[in-house]
């Protein structure tokens, strides 16, 4: 007589290595994406760095700054996104004879390489200036 045995059986474990594949490309996508999103935040990091950084502190940056303002204040240079400004010599002359006193009280304390970049710069506004005024002021006759 044979009983009814129960023959357990082991149960079967079925590997999907289907599911295994996409896992795995799941996994390679995030980090693809993480390494992305990381180049992109050392990017605006980098710009950031790059916009604010400010240049050197010196003489050249010193009068450049003045003659900016002074070429600004003549009407001849716009900002970008914005309308032409209108002229004010006044303004204009002030930053011209800053100038003109840092040269004053810099006399003899200069290299040749800031002496000329002075002297030129000043020459240049100097000529510019009596341009605009004259061209505003009516003619003799």
Do not use: C, H
Request: glycine content about 4%.
């Amino acid at each position: 007589m044979v009983k009814d045995e129960k023959i357990e059986e082991e149960p079967k474990i079925i590997v999907d290595e289907d599911w295994k594949a996409e896992a795995q490309k799941e996994k390679e996508i995030l980090a693809a994406q993480e390494k992305a999103e990381k180049a992109v935040e050392q990017e605006k990091k980098q710009k950031k760095q790059t916009r604010g950084r400010v240049p050197p502190g010196n003489f050249a940056a010193l009068v450049s700054t003045l003659a900016t303002q002074a070429v600004y204040s003549m009407g001849l240079m716009a900002v970008e996104g914005q309308e032409q400004p209108e002229p004010d010599l006044e303004i204009a002359r002030f930053n011209i004879d800053m100038l003109a006193t840092v040269e004053e009280k810099t006399k003899g304390n200069l290299s040749k390489d800031e002496e000329r970049v002075l002297k030129s710069t000043l020459s240049e506004l100097r000529m510019t200036f009596v341009k605009l005024t004259d061209k505003d002021q009516p003619k003799a006759d």
